[in-house]
T-cell receptor, first 113, second 116 residues
Framework: QKEVEQNSGPLSVPEGAIASLNCTYS??????FFWYRQYSGKSPELIMF????GDKEDGRFTAQLNKASQYVSLLIRDSQPSDSATYLC?????????????FGKGTSLLVTP | GAVVSQHPSRVICKSGTSVKIECRSL??????MFWYRQFPKQSLMLMAT?????????EQGVEKDKFLINHASLTLSTLTVTSAHPEDSSFYIC????????????FGNGTRLTVT
């Protein structure tokens, strides 16, 4: 069983702070890594993806990947109350469109005003 | 960006009836589509992989005769929940990836199924 592990939270941060979300995965053959945000009752929406070791920045979001440690993280700078949601880490063992994503259980983030 | 459309968004049916859910990729062709299910406060669980022109691949524990999948064209996959029971009540979400390396999974808006 390919595992994707996340702390379920809730993670509570004050508005304007940095939220740090972590994810580990068990399959060393994993190639692509994704972060999705899911609001209650809605389907997931893509935040960003990463497939090379290091950092990738997109606006207030930074994804970090360390394949040796099998670890991927998401940093949210200047957190806003609207960022309050469940963040899902997803991993794909293949790079092409025929591979499904394996999801973690998600981390609930609460940004307090 | 890539758009996946799913219909209906919400359905309530009586136990024993069948429900069909449609999933369309609007601006790209999807040889493969994926059906996920999510119970309250749980993660997304892959049910099956839908393949255009061939049989779907079901995950362990998912009954293929109960959850019928038809991938009739490169832009349409359907999931039919046959003889639905209250325990089938869940959030069903279809998804697809564009045919390029490391493309992300794009999700439909999901279908909230309630079986009474």
């Amino acid at each position: 069983q390919k595992e994707v592990e996340q702390n379920s939270g809730p993670l509570s941060v004050p508005e304007g702070a940095i939220a740090s979300l972590n994810c580990t995965y068990s399959d060393r053959g994993s190639q692509s890594f994704f972060w999705y945000r899911q609001y209650s009752g809605k389907s997931p929406e893509l935040i960003m993806f990463i497939y090379s070791n290091g950092d990738k920045e997109d606006g207030r979001f930074t994804a970090q990947l360390n394949k040796a440690s099998q670890y991927v993280s998401l940093l949210i700078r200047d957190s806003q109350p609207s960022d309050s949601a469940t963040y899902l880490c997803a991993v794909s063992v293949g790079s092409n469109s025929g591979y499904a994503l394996n999801f973690g259980k998600g981390t609930s983030l609460l940004v307090t005003p | 960006g890539a758009v996946v459309s799913q219909h209906p968004s919400r359905v309530i049916c009586k136990s024993g009836t069948s429900v069909k859910i449609e999933c369309r990729s609007l601006d790209f062709q999807a040889t493969t589509m994926f059906w996920y299910r999510q119970f309250p406060k749980q993660s997304l669980m892959l049910m099956a992989t839908s393949n255009e022109g061939s049989k779907a691949t079901y995950e362990q524990g998912v009954e293929k005769d109960k959850f019928l999948i038809n991938h009739a064209s490169l832009t349409l996959s359907t999931l039919t929940v046959t003889s639905a029971h209250p325990e089938d009540s869940s959030f069903y979400i279809c998804s697809a990836r564009e045919d390029r390396a490391n493309s992300p999974l794009h999700f439909g808006n999901g279908t909230r199924l309630t079986v009474t």
